[in-house]
């Protein structure tokens, strides 16, 4: 959206949820950082959405659904992926880094609370000059969920 060259502009990389973005999901807050995110760029007047399909962080819809089961047992999000033989997250963040070059952009401000999706554009050779938070109020369904994100996987959240 607008001019994205001028300064560097406003960038979320979201990762696919149909649970949570379509379905609206209370064990996430996927769709109210999409929301955010769209809601910033337009309160801006330029930014960049990249919606990426990478469902269940890279593991598709239907081993999330499988860990969804695992965690409604007690387990976390990360030993839930563990538990069916995957990383804890499985995505790859090169084709946004690529999507951003091709759009002639070299420095973004990035909305994210995710570490690994900065360290994967600095690598690609973008430069993010900011890191700008994307958390929202969760649902209380969330907050476990959203705990282990930071605890276990080095996620930028404030304590709740």
């Known amino acids: 959206m607008g001019d994205v060259h001028g300064a560097p502009p406003l960038v979320r990389v979201h990762s696919q949820c149909l649970t949570g973005d379509v379905f609206g999901s209370l064990r996430c807050d996927c769709r109210q950082q999409l929301e955010l995110a769209l809601s910033l760029i337009s309160g801006e007047g330029a930014g960049i959405l990249i919606y990426e399909q990478q469902e269940g962080r890279g593991i598709g819809l239907m081993p999330k659904l499988q860990a969804y089961e695992l965690q409604d047992s007690g387990l976390d999000t990360v030993e839930a992926n563990v538990k069916l033989g995957f990383k804890a997250d ?71």
């Open 90 to 160: 499985h995505r790859e963040f090169e084709l946004p880094a690529q999507i951003l070059k091709s759009l002639g952009v070299s420095q973004v401000r990035l909305l994210s609370n995710n570490p690994d999706k900065v360290s994967a554009l600095v690598r690609a050779g973008i430069e993010v000059v900011e890191r700008v938070p994307c958390e929202v109020t969760p649902s209380a369904h969330a907050q476990d969920y959203l705990n282990t994100k930071r605890d276990k996987m080095g996620h930028l959240l404030r304590e709740k």
